[in-house]
């Protein structure tokens, strides 16, 4: 036995590797079928963009530089009609190019993943420092009323399960999933063990299991998410960005429209359970617990161990989704702590939900930086002793 | 008769809800019979076309006709179409686009698909004005004419689509106008089966705007200003720069060979692959 386990442990160790956040992206994509990239060159996240280069026609997949970002997401949107997981990659300002897309690929019902890597902004901004200004344009940055998934990763394994996961999530749900990274995660270096592939689930998108004649392209199966064939396949069917009806014709009845829009919502909002991911630290006994994302949740960390060392009963609740917000994981730490603390490099995005479904019972604590700079642990762990009880 | 009865049932959707949506005597309707037409002579399967279109009139081409179809947003059909044949290159994939969309707010994906060389079939239906929003000038919409965005004439110079694309790398281009139904047919079918990014501009008649600014109030009137305005290329070359001006060169404008993008792809997948 004993054997057995050094053994896995050497395998392991010769298994670790050295990573970049980018490129742990890129490995997560190609683990979980992506065959289709285009993209546009922007720092922070050019790196996706090169690996996808070299490596996805090695797999048999096929790379396009585009001429920009409005580009890349077409492009992406249109191969993934055509059948292939497909995904693009971008910071901040090529991340307001793809809002329009990303309201098509939502109406449209296109399973795609878009990489956000924030740098700080708004437009030119500053190239390239850290931020996580774009957790509001992530939610609502294109126009109308629509539901959207958002992920985040906070070290570099994470942005390998979490670009896995969005890809599963996109699929699941036939919507596009935003990874919402950010400078630090994704150029960092970390040592990684990639699991295997046959360790990891992967999710394909629904197929029609009717003939063409049968299959109604926008009918509502029961889970909200209908069958989607590839062109070329035999189901010929409308696809457009108007509203539209059962078969993807465009309408303007209010009865057909009404019921497209709450079925789109409903995909989301009938699932939500299944979209809590989160990590905690010591929040069981926590009298405050600290509540951060990405990069920050780093430095939570650290500050919630340094307290801890000192005494302080104070935990860690790292948030993986943004969007949906998690409320049921959420309350449930507003309900046991005292107070909450909500550090961020923006002014406030996350903390505003936080205290939308908070109930009155805990006082939640902000801590925002906008300058460009990381937020440290040695300021989180100052501002926990400051409001410490 | 007997042919277009057969079209009709073979290729519009029996599911759709007709009327269309374009105006009596509009040119879209010429160029829509003239594309089935032609899919239907070389005989593409319907399971494998693609008819891709943006935002206008000739957006809402594709809804009608029974092929794959994807109305995307404006200007970017042509993105929507690259990924579309990369992914799968056995598809026949077709773009239908109007001036105001493919060459104003998609002329930037105009240019670089011609330059890129993806093999797609290309339709600008140049009608020479916004016509869905009411009659704006295009950037296809001739100096000093008047239109509702331009209600002292209009200021700036109109592009010539063909040279455009042309000068932009595509293999193969062509401009008619839908008077001209023998060349409509002809310029589909080389387009169609071009071997590269292929263009064709056809030039439609927009009679409830674009007639309003000529002074023709008739589609027969529209037509026959296409018919006395227009001169083949090959007659083009024995006329002079006056008497070629404010006259549209029709015909076969280019058509040449260069590698597509897809075969590049599969030349990089055949081939041992080192940085």
């Known amino acids: ?389 | 008769m007997r042919e277009t009865s057969h079209l009709v049932h073979k290729y519009l959707r029996p599911t759709m809800r007709f009327p269309h949506i374009w105006c009596p005597g509009c040119g879209i309707g010429i160029f829509m019979h003239a594309l089935i037409r032609i899919i239907d002579r070389i005989g593409y399967s319907k399971d494998d076309v693609v008819l891709v279109s943006g935002i206008g009139c000739s957006g809402r081409l594709p809804v009608y006709v029974d092929f794959n179809t994807l109305h995307t947003t404006h200007g970017r059909a042509l993105t929507f179409a690259t990924g579309i044949k990369l992914a799968k290159p056995r598809l026949k994939v077709i773009t239908i686009m109007g001036d105001g969309d493919g060459v104003s707010i998609g002329g930037n994906h105009l240019i670089h698909a011609a330059r890129r060389n993806v093999e797609i079939a290309s339709f600008i239906i140049n009608n020479q004005v916004y016509g869905m929003t009411g009659g704006q000038c295009s950037p296809t919409t001739p100096y000093g004419a008047r239109t509702t965005s331009s209600p002292y004439g209009n200021p700036e110079a109109a592009f010539d689509v063909s040279r455009l694309v042309e000068a932009a790398g595509a293999t193969f281009v062509g401009r008619t106008t839908v008077y001209h139904t023998t060349l409509l047919d002809r310029l589909i079918e080389k387009a169609l089966t071009k071997n590269g990014f292929a263009m064709v501009e056809v030039i439609a008649q927009c009679v409830t705007y674009a007639g309003r600014w000529l002074g023709l109030a008739s589609p027969a009137e529209m037509m026959a200003w296409q018919r006395d305005n227009s001169v083949t290329v090959e007659k083009a070359k024995e006329l002079n720069e006056t008497e070629l001006a404010g006259k549209t060169i029709i015909g076969v404008l280019a058509d040449r060979e260069r590698p597509t993008y897809n075969e590049e792809c599969t030349k990089l997948r055949t081939q041992e692959l080192k940085v």
């Open chain 1, 1 to 389: 036995m004993k054997k057995d386990k050094e053994k896995e442990q050497k395998q392991e160790e010769q298994n670790r590797i050295l990573l970049q956040g980018n490129e742990a992206c890129v490995r997560g994509a190609l683990m979980a079928g992506c065959r289709f990239y285009a993209g546009y060159p922007i720092t922070p996240a050019t790196e996706i963009t090169e690996v996808m280069a070299r490596e996805l026609p090695k797999v048999g997949g096929v790379f396009i530089q585009m001429e920009d970002e409005i580009a890349s997401l077409g492009a992406v949107i249109g191969a993934s009609l055509a059948g292939a997981k497909s995904m693009t990659a971008t910071s901040g300002p090529g991340f307001s190019l793809m809002q329009e897309h990303i309201g098509y690929a939502c109406m449209a019902e296109v399973p795609c993943v878009v990489v956000d890597v924030m740098r700080a902004g708004p437009s030119t901004g500053l190239p390239t420092q850290p931020s996580q200004g774009d957790v509001m344009q992530a939610r609502w940055g294109t126009h109308g009323d629509h539901s959207i998934v958002v992920l985040s990763p906070s070290s570099v394994y994470e942005f390998f399960e979490l670009t896995i996961q969005a890809f599963n999530l996109s699929e699941r749900y036939r919507m596009p999933t935003i990874l919402l990274a950010d400078q630090i995660v994704a150029h960092m270096r970390e040592g990684i063990v990639l699991p295997s592939k046959e360790d990891i689930e992967i999710e394909d998108r629904p197929q029609p299991t009717v003939p063409p004649e049968w299959h109604i392209p926008y009918g509502d199966p029961g889970t909200g998410v209908p069958p989607m064939p590839a062109f070329g396949e035999g189901y010929r069917y409308h696809v457009t960005g108007l509203h539209h009806d059962l078969r993807g014709y465009p309408t303007t009845r209010k009865e057909e429209v009404e019921s497209l829009m709450r079925r789109l919502f409903s995909k989301i909002s009938n699932d939500l359970e299944r979209l809590q991911w989160f990590d905690s630290f010591y929040t069981e006994d926590a009298v405050i617990t600290v509540i951060a994302y990405g990069c920050v949740a780093r430095a939570g960390m650290q500050a919630v161990k340094e307290a801890r060392a000192k005494g302080l009963k104070v935990g860690l609740l790292k948030l993986k989704v943004l969007w949906p917000f998690m409320r049921r994981t959420v309350t449930t730490i507003l309900d046991s702590s005292q107070k909450v603390l909500v550090p961020e490099m923006n002014v406030g995005h996350i903390s505003r939900e936080v205290k939308r479904v908070n109930q009155g019972n805990c006082e939640i604590l902000t801590l925002n930086k906008i300058d460009g700079t990381p937020i440290t642990p040695a300021e989180i762990l100052e501002t926990l002793e400051e409001v410490y009880p």
